[in-house]
């Protein structure tokens, strides 16, 4: 289905709208119209543009491959009639596909020790391999759920959007930084084609530690500290 299709939706009351109870195996009956982008029936069906899904579920996207896919209090899945067991294909899915992508990442990431004890973890534009990536979990979706539902779930929650995140070279450099009153802290600089984020604190972001692990970097700062000798 492409972005200038329709999916089914239905309104009870002018709350929360939800999915017909059959999503996926009858589809909707009783069309009184044909106007494009909004068909209602006697039962309050509602036609809405997969864009329109999209676009309304920007706000709320995470943009990152390592967050969650599902969310127990996300409207959309209740909306798509998600059982425990499409729940539970998806999740299996999406998390062979955060593995893939932290694979092509630290088998292509270079490491180069800076003269100030700062490590640089360095990666090339990984763009077509995430994309292929997004390709197989897109296809499973909809061996999951159909092609309409698919496309749907697909559509709200920004999966292209979270591969295509860190697309470009990206560099990420790691200090260890004294904070005073003989503490210290991680300083890490993310630069990509965007441009720079900055994080500080005790411990590597889950987001990036799977590229710490394989440079030989702790994932917290007082296993560092602890393994400095004392003079």
């Given amino acids: ?25 009858h589809g909707s009956s009783n069309r009184l119209s044909q106007k494009p982008g909004f068909l209602r029936t006697d039962d309050s069906m509602i036609s809405v543009p997969i864009s329109l899904l999209k676009s ?12 969650p896919i599902l969310d127990t209090n996300d409207p959309v899945e ?8 499409e729940k539970e294909r998806i999740e299996t899915e999406w998390q062979r596909a955060n593995e893939q992508v932290r694979e092509a990442e630290v088998k292509s990431m270079q490491t180069k020790d800076l003269d100030d004890g700062s490590v640089v973890l360095s990666m090339p534009d990984l763009s077509k391999e995430r994309r292929e990536i997004a390709k197989q979990f897109m296809s499973s979706v909809s061996q999951t759920l159909g092609a309409e539902r698919g496309e749907a779930f697909y559509a709200t929650k ?33 630069q990509d084609a965007v441009g720079s984020r900055v994080w500080v604190g005790d411990s590597i972001p889950l987001e ?18 602890k393994s400095i000798p004392e003079e």
Avoid: C
Avoid at 78 to 85: I, M
């Fill in 56 to 67: 309304l579920s920007i706000a709320k996207s995470n943009y990152t491959i390592g967050q």
């Fill in 208 to 225: 990036i530690r799977h590229l710490a692990d394989a440079a030989g970097i702790s994932s917290s700062i007082e296993n560092v500290v």
């Fill in 158 to 190: 920004q999966v292209d959007s979270r591969f295509s995140a860190d697309a470009g070279e990206r560099s990420i450099t790691v200090k260890i930084e004294s904070v005073g009153d003989g503490q210290f802290s991680y300083h890490m600089s993310l």
């Fill in 1 to 25: 289905m492409d972005s200038g299709q329709t999916v089914n939706t239905v309104s009870p009351g002018i709350k929360k709208p939800r999915f017909g109870q059959d999503w996926g195996k």
């Fill in 78 to 85: 209740a909306a798509l009639g998600l059982t425990s067991v």
